[in-house]
């Protein structure tokens, strides 16, 4: 990640430490797609829940460094918003 926008120059990491927030948006987009990729699993073949857990573990996979970047991009506008 750069360490500021090329844009605007906007420096993204304020102090250390500063996307420890971004862990807990990072968790909140991973909640509703792994149910869903687990439900769909689950009702698509009739598996037992701890294949289940793990196939939907590894479908998941491709898709973290997405949801890191995304919650990174959240919480930059979320402190944004309330200490500019």
Known sequence: MHERCPVCGLKFERE???FLG???F???LSILPGLAIV???WRVTGW???MVM???FVAYLPLVPA???WARVLWIYVDRH???
């Open 16 to 18: 250390p430490g500063y």
């Open 22 to 24: 971004a862990m807990y």
């Open 26 to 28: 990072s968790y909140l």
């Open 39 to 41: 439900l769909a699993i």
């Open 48 to 50: 037992p829940f701890d």
């Open 54 to 56: 793990g196939c939907a």
């Open 67 to 69: 949801v890191t970047r």
């Open 82 to 84: 309330f200490d500019p």
